[in-house]
């Protein structure tokens, strides 16, 4: 228990998982490292997992996928808001995470304007890509859907899955709900290709690719 209670007085050095935290004492974590790329904090009802770095393949996964949805988002003609790794976090639920991408489309004109979010009024995002963290120990779906998060992208190792929240629960889906003209394979193809083509040529396909859907027609917004 006195590693908890001195957690904000030493600098985390190391991932683990620690129990019995306070949501006091999370939010003053969160405010110490505020604008750090480490440590990441994931925190669920007294529960906070530390992680301190990602691999560099975790890194590129994950902008890989996070570039893929901004194009077609463009391409799409759909605005939308990159928050990255924002923290996010709710006091009434005692839940707070940081996502490796984070991306505010439908709800995007609930928080235009806006320069400090409040998650307890204010919409979570609506599409959160997940790269798989091998070491986690802190189940993060049950978070998510406590915020509301529509849709979950989750890459592990060589193949990506779509998730949609469905009354509180995540069920696998194939096409994405924000991004209605992509299929999970098409994700995956995408991201297997993205470790064999240069970045041109990769960035290249995913144009083409994304302009022949787009008129193709063969597609739709889902309410």
């Not at 859907?145 to 949609?164: H, M, Q, S, T």
């Not at 993205?194 to 027609?217: G, N, P, Y």
Request: net charge negative.
């Amino acid at each position: 228990m006195s590693a908890v209670i001195d957690l904000t007085k030493k600098e985390l050095t190391k991932s683990e998982v620690l129990y019995g935290v306070s949501w006091e004492m999370y939010e003053s974590l969160v405010e110490k490292y505020w604008n750090m790329p480490t440590p990441r904090l994931t925190y669920d009802s007294g529960i906070l997992e530390i992680e301190m770095s990602n691999s560099s393949q975790h890194e590129i996964e994950n902008r890989t996928l996070a570039r893929l949805a901004e194009h077609i988002l463009l391409e799409l003609e759909i605005d939308f808001l990159n928050c990255g790794s924002t923290t996010f976090s709710k006091e009434s639920s005692r839940k707070g995470f940081e996502p490796d991408s984070s991306f505010y489309i439908e709800s995007l004109d609930l928080i235009e304007g806006k320069t400090d979010l409040d998650f307890e009024n204010d919409p979570p995002p609506d599409l959160i890509i997940e790269i798989n963290r091998t070491s986690s120990s802190l189940p993060r779906m049950p978070i998510f859907a406590a915020f509301g998060v529509r849709e979950i992208w989750r890459c592990n190792e060589d193949e990506v899955r779509f998730y949609e929240l469905v009354d509180g629960v995540y069920l696998e889906t194939e096409n994405s709900i924000c991004l209605p003209i992509l299929k999970n394979e098409d994700a995956t193809n995408f991201l297997l290709e993205s470790r064999k083509l240069k970045s041109t040529a990769w960035i290249k396909k995913m144009r083409d690719w994304t302009s022949e859907k787009v008129k193709s027609k063969k597609w739709k917004i889902r309410e």
